[in-house]
Every structure is written in structure tokens, then in C-alpha cells.
């Protein structure tokens, strides 16, 4: 039986989203292709591998924007809720890690195509400073 977990995002845009996942180490396989399960795959446009054969995959919703798929279940030493709730987590904390790299990301092309020229970048937890400049 299949458990495929889908989790909502915020990230519309494809190109950014590959640049922020690949930033934080992943290796993007891009196109459509499938993500398997348990029992099942499930068809998904973008797929990263994390821990051992367990993959990650990323769909485009209706409303645009991209939800995280994936069905962890027959993890041995957990039971299903336990591991459901491991995994909305660790999705959250990853869509998290997502979503700053990917408002960066956008800031940064944002300024590029104004003809700024970024000086300083600096994170600090949570917290991104960027100072840039742009000759008159």
C-alpha cells in the first residue's frame, strides 16, 4: 500500500527552486519521471535522492505553485504516524531552508536586472543582509 505525503509550498518559479536545491547539495533530476514508493511511484517534475533510495519529488499544483512529494512508508523501526509526523517535519524544516534560499535567490536577480551590483552578503540565522549598489 502506498503513502505518498504531499506538502505544500510557496515556490512557483522551476528554475530557482532546481538552483536553491542544488545549493543545499542535492543533485536534481529534471523532467517529468517518477518518484517510487513503497508500493507505487507517483509522476513528479523534479526528483532528488536524499537518505539511501528515498526520493523527494516536486509537482506543480493547480494554483501554480509546487508541492513536495514523497511516500516514506516501510521505514523499518518506526511506526507510520511516528514517521509521518518525522517527515512533515523534516519537509518543513526543508521547504523552510527552501524558501529562504529561494527569496535570496530572487532578491538577487531582482537587483541584477535593475543593474545593482551586490557588494556584501551576510547570514546570520535566519536573517539575510544583502547591500548592494548601483551607479547613477
Same mark, same amino acid.
Given at each position: 500500500?502506498?503513502?505518498?505525503? *504531499? /506538502? +505544500?509550498?510557496?515556490?512557483?518559479?522551476?528554475?530557482?527552486? $532546481?538552483?536553491?536545491?542544488?545549493?543545499?547539495?542535492?543533485? %536534481?533530476?529534471?523532467?517529468?519521471?517518477?518518484?517510487?514508493?513503497?508500493?507505487?511511484?507517483?509522476?513528479?517534475?523534479? *526528483? /532528488? +535522492?536524499?537518505?539511501?533510495?528515498?526520493?523527494?519529488?516536486? $509537482?506543480?499544483?493547480?494554483?501554480?505553485?509546487?508541492?513536495? %512529494?514523497?511516500?516514506?512508508?516501510?521505514?523499518?523501526?518506526?511506526?507510520?504516524?511516528?514517521?509521518?509526523?518525522?517527515?512533515?517535519?523534516?519537509?518543513?524544516?526543508?521547504?523552510?531552508?527552501?524558501?529562504?534560499?529561494?527569496?535570496?535567490?530572487?532578491?538577487?536577480?531582482?537587483?541584477?536586472?535593475?543593474?545593482?551590483?551586490?557588494?556584501?552578503?551576510?547570514?546570520?540565522?535566519?536573517?539575510?543582509?544583502?547591500?548592494?549598489?548601483?551607479?547613477?
Amino acid at each position: 500500500m502506498s503513502h505518498f505525503t *504531499k /506538502i +505544500k509550498t510557496r515556490i512557483r518559479d522551476s528554475e530557482l527552486l $532546481v538552483r536553491c536545491l542544488e545549493q543545499m547539495g542535492f543533485e %536534481v533530476q529534471k523532467g517529468r519521471s517518477k518518484v517510487r514508493g513503497f508500493s507505487g511511484a507517483q509522476d513528479v517534475e523534479l *526528483k /532528488i +535522492k536524499i537518505q539511501g533510495n528515498r526520493e523527494i519529488g516536486f $509537482v506543480k499544483n493547480n494554483q501554480d505553485y509546487y508541492d513536495m %512529494v514523497a511516500d516514506w512508508y516501510g521505514v523499518t523501526g518506526t511506526s507510520s504516524r511516528m514517521f509521518s509526523k518525522d517527515l512533515e517535519d523534516r519537509f518543513r524544516e526543508m521547504e523552510n531552508s527552501i524558501r529562504r534560499s529561494y527569496a535570496r535567490e530572487t532578491v538577487l536577480e531582482k537587483l541584477e536586472s535593475k543593474g545593482f551590483t551586490v557588494v556584501e552578503q551576510k547570514e546570520t540565522g535566519k536573517t539575510v543582509k544583502i547591500l548592494a549598489r548601483r551607479w547613477a
